[in-house]
């Protein structure tokens, strides 16, 4: 599924909603960190390994400091 949604044939909203994305990605960049411990540790039950593996790819994409 993961590639479908990177690719854009599934929107991501299918799995994960926009405000928490916004928030697991809010954390991320706050933390200067993709790492899933910290996401999950701050959101806990609120958010899956799996929907903060999709922020992970999110990020990678569209996330300027990820690149460099």
Not at 13 to 38: D, H, Y
Not at 52 to 62: A, E, G, P, T, Y
């Amino acid at each position: 599924l993961v590639p479908y949604i990177l690719e854009g044939k599934v929107p991501l909203s299918v799995i994960i909603s926009p405000e928490l994305l916004e928030k697991a990605a809010n954390i991320m960049r706050e933390l200067a960190t993709t790492q899933m411990g910290p996401v999950k540790e701050i959101l806990g039950d609120e958010i899956s390994f799996g929907q903060i593996k999709l922020v992970q790819q999110w990020l990678h994409q569209h996330e300027q400091w990820l690149k460099t």
